[in-house]
């Protein structure tokens, strides 16, 4: 399991194919591979997103949910599993939403990877990149998405920047 580095992020914007690019990641290495989804399907519209990520995926997938506890759900992975993660900011959302208490939760998240016994791919959207919010909860989540993937970026062994589904290797 050495084709990939042990931590993998993977950034971009609303549909640039980050989900796609690590869902490949993960495929080029040995089944049976995990997905944890952070995603709640509140509406129509996210259970019909939902729905279009499973369908593209094999049955040498095995799929978790854990909208609020990825770190446990991330431990819990049979060891040698490679792991994929979709998406970080979904969860940090479901997070804040939920008033817990961020550092720690990112903190926690970051130990669960390190310790993970096999390639881990984290997606998540890049929300620094547009104009500065125009509300307090906004602006927190901006500056909460960008801590954490910052903390991730500099612990990981590759950083992928998805446009327009090219990936641009950052790291």
């Known amino acids: 399991m050495d084709d990939i580095p042990h931590l993998t992020l993977v950034l971009g914007g609303a549909r640039s194919g980050k989900s796609r690019h690590a869902e490949a ?11 944890v989804a952070t995603a709640q399907a509140y509406d129509d519209e996210m259970r019909a997103r939902i729905a279009e990520h499973r369908a593209r995926r094999s049955q040498d997938w095995l799929t978790i949910d854990a909208p609020l506890t990825l770190p446990e759900a991330i431990r819990a992975i049979p060891a040698g599993r490679p792991v994929l993660v979709d998406c970080l900011t979904l969860w ?8 817990h208490d961020i550092p720690a939760a990112s903190r926690d998240l970051i130990e669960a990877c390190e310790r993970s016994t096999a390639p881990v791919v984290l997606v998540s959207n890049e929300v620094g990149l547009g104009i500065v919010p125009d509300n307090a909860l906004a602006r927190r989540f901006r500056d909460e998405a960008g801590r954490l993937h910052q903390n991730l970026a500099a612990r990981a062994g590759s950083v992928i920047f998805m446009v327009a589904g090219l990936p641009m290797r950052v790291k």
């Open 25 to 35: 990641l993960i495929e080029a290495l040995p089944a049976p591979w995990a997905y």
């Open 92 to 99: 940090l959302t479901n997070l804040m939403l939920a008033e």
